[in-house]
């Protein structure tokens, strides 16, 4: 009717009138009439502003009692927004379900960030309240996860313990991974890398249904069942990983010229959230990142292997692979309180002076750090006792009072 080129008789006003009145705009108004006369009617008689806003009220009624759809989420947080009901709004586009189907799709991202930015909400007050939201949509908690391993790799770290009802369907843990992937997107977007690659790890070991990410090889052959799932969220993951271990290893723990770390860190990471690893000595996660990146490594060479998987994710880990390899072979030294290359552990391979600085000058092996058998260069009585064997009672006597051992025999050595 609005594009009738002609004047309407009165017979078809009311009606006119009716139509317009029980029809929902998009957008919350016409944009355009070709007829004039129409438009200059509807414009001067029925668009006034009490009635723009009772009609905006009767239309924000209609669409929040509808069940969630296309046309909802299309019309109901413009309402909203023409409204002025900011605290709606903002509840309803971050709602988990309408937030995984706005940031799914190109289009309708792009009016969910425009929405936030109507809104003037900072991104980490969005990321709060995804948060909150997400862990009380799927009824996750987090936990302190703390082991023999995890004080081995610098303190307990946090994990999320998932809810058995992910697991319940195939399609409930579907849509977990879903939510997952989009919810960490939204958190790399804004730089919070290490609350995406959390989210990441944990819809990683829902898809294999493990606690432990580390046992994810094993369980590969007979539990994986959503090949391109995991594939995307490993092509996400060695990204991460490999970003921030090469910022770490080179520019944050990389020796400088005056032999001490550089603690910098590179351009590239700019507007990215690195405290969880720009401490002295990094711990927790930071620790396992090599690690991590070479189960991703194995993980897609196996996809790969699966001639029925044909997968750009797959190989876009595998380039990964080529170009970073070298970062996977790096192991985390307690004692030089760096990441160093497993050949690069045996104390032969350092020099005099790192090895003293990072080992003591007593030789000890690199994995359990005990002395090794030989000189052990010790300023205290043993080493001179190992000399006075040799010589006799003339270098025992050179030896301070305090430092004699009494002449009974091996036990008395091992005692002192």
Known sequence: LLQVPHRLSCIHWQDLMKTMQETTFIF?????????????????????????????????????SMPTCNRKIAEYPFILEKLHDWNGMYMYITDIPIFRIMYSDPI????????????????????????TKFEHHFNVSHRWFCDAFSQLCGGPVLYYELNPKIYRTDRDLLYFDDVVYYVSSFFELHGQHEES??????????????????????????????????????????R?????????????????????????????????????WT??????????LPMKLKLVYILARMLADNPAMDCEDVQEVLKNEAEHRALADLTWNTALKAFVHAASTDLDMLDPVSRARSYGRSRRDPKTFESRPGIINHPHAIPSLRKSRGAGAHSDARLPAASRLPSGGQESVKSR
């Not at 990983?241 to 860190?265: C, N």
Request: hydrophobic residues 35%; contains cysteine; aromatic residues 10%.
């Open 240 to 276: 991460l990983y490999s970003l921030h271990l090469r910022a770490l290893y080179e520019h944050w723990l990389g020796i400088g010229e005056d032999g001490y770390p550089k603690h910098q860190v590179p351009d590239y990471m700019d507007g990215v959230d690195v405290s969880w």
């Open 28 to 64: 919350c108004g016409v944009r355009s009439m070709f007829n004039q006369h129409i438009a200059r009617l509807f414009t001067k008689k029925v668009m006034t502003e009490e009635d723009r806003l009772s009609h905006l009220r009767d239309m924000e009624r209609f669409f929040g």
């Open 108 to 131: 309708r991202k792009q009016q969910f960030l425009h929405y936030i930015a109507t809104l003037g909400k900072s991104s980490e007050e969005v990321q709060r309240t995804l948060r």
């Open 197 to 238: 690659l959390r989210d990441l790890e944990a819809s990683l070991k829902a898809l294999y249904g493990t606690s432990d990410i580390f046992q994810i090889p094993r369980l590969h052959t007979d539990q994986c069942r959503f090949p391109a799932r995991v594939a995307r969220n490993l092509r996400r993951l060695s």
């Open 279 to 288: 401490t002295p000595v990094p711990e927790g996660g930071a620790r396992t």
